[in-house]
T-cell receptor, first 115, second 108 residues
């Protein structure tokens, strides 16, 4: 049973470029969340999608956008990259249930370096 | 501002001893709580989840929740060097709010 898969695993971009990160959730999971983790800090929430609709958005600029496809996979797009966007980008897959969520399972992450 | 707070550490524990990790949260509406382990350069790995007041045990790990005190803890018995990692606490109320993590070092 495949876990959460993210691609690519590593990426180097220059300032001003844009980047697309991809995530495939665990089979049967309809919710995907994106997090940014800067070295030495906990993950910061960027977006949550459930059934292809945005259900939550963190405190990130409009340069960050995301979408979820009919097969529940998701893309995170970042435009006009800044050096400060260098981080580990994590995708989490979960099944949304009433009154809470089941455990969120993470992909291996995409390490983005902006130079 | 919803927050989850953890002591950043490092917390140093001798091999074989009990490691105790603590976490407090500010949002009283939080319903679910999670402990994740993260090795350097890797993504977080779920260790325990807890939803009700009291203790929940899974092997060498015990999670404790006290909603009145807004406090969550993780005990690791018989600590092993492989337990050395950063432990992240997360609280859920419509979204996951994360602590910054506690670095745990198990000394052989």
């Amino acid at each position: 049973d495949a876990g959460v898969t993210q691609s690519p695993t590593h990426l180097i971009k220059t300032r001003g470029q844009h980047v697309t990160l991809r995530c495939s959730p665990i089979s049967g999971h309809k919710s995907v969340s994106w997090y940014q983790q800067v070295l030495g800090q906990g993950p910061q929430f960027i977006f949550q999608y459930y059934e292809k609709e945005e259900r939550g958005r963190g405190n990130f600029p409009d340069r960050f956008s995301a979408r979820q496809f009919p097969n529940y996979s998701s893309e995170l797009n970042v435009n006009a990259l800044l050096l400060g966007d260098s981080a580990l980008y994590l995708c989490a897959s979960s099944t949304l249930v009433t009154g809470g969520i089941t455990e969120a399972f993470f992909g291996q992450g995409t390490r983005l370096t902006v130079v | 501002q919803k927050e989850v707070e953890q002591n950043s550490g490092p917390l140093s524990v001798p091999e074989g001893a009990i490691a105790s990790l603590n976490c407090t949260y500010s949002d009283r509406g939080s319903q679910s709580f999670f402990w994740y382990r993260q090795y350097s350069g890797k993504s977080p790995e779920l260790i325990m989840s807890i939803y009700s007041n009291g203790d929940k045990e899974d092997g060498r790990f015990t999670a404790q929740l006290n909603k009145a005190s807004q406090y969550v803890s993780l005990l690791i018995r018989d600590s092993q060097p492989s337990d050395s990692a950063t432990y992240l606490c997360a609280a859920f109320n419509y979204q996951l709010i994360w602590g910054a993590g506690t670095k745990l070092i198990i000394k052989p």
